[in-house]
């Protein structure tokens, strides 16, 4: 989706708006990151102000995926930081959408990577490595399921069963 805008994608396909097959996120997500543009397949995290699954994901090679990590939207910690973003960026992956708070925004501002939080916070969270992967999430209004694909942009956030092209 290459310099088409969401708003662009949401008005060429009404078809797919109206039967869910492409759903938009509810805009409660700050921006981050340098690339205010990304898009991609969905990889799925559930955790609670936890960390460590998270980190797993991120050494891994993201060949331009989208990690989607449903925090649970608390606000109490943050479950990312600068130091794991880097390596995102370094591994390759588009963007990361996280349903709760980041840290280190300077560090994170600096990297060429896309990155939706709530909020920042300056509590980190925990390194237990609970949660599961690879579930349906709920987000923002939205069910969100691995394998899907994300497309983030200053407009919003949209999500689609298939990849689109307009």
Known sequence: MAFVTTAEVCDANQEL?????????????QIYGRRQIFSGPVVTVKVFEDNGLIRQFIEEKGNGRVLVVDGGGSQRCAILGGNPVVQA???????IVVNGCIRDVDEINGCDIGVRALASHPIKASKKGLGEQRVPVNIAGTRIC??????????????????LSV
């Open 17 to 29: 708006i109206r039967s869910g097959q492409l759903r938009a996120l509810q805009p409660i997500f």
């Open 89 to 95: 960026q370094n591994n390759g992956w588009a963007g």
């Open 146 to 163: 691995d394998g899907e694909w994300l497309y983030a942009d200053t407009d919003g956030i949209l999500v689609s069963q298939i990849e």
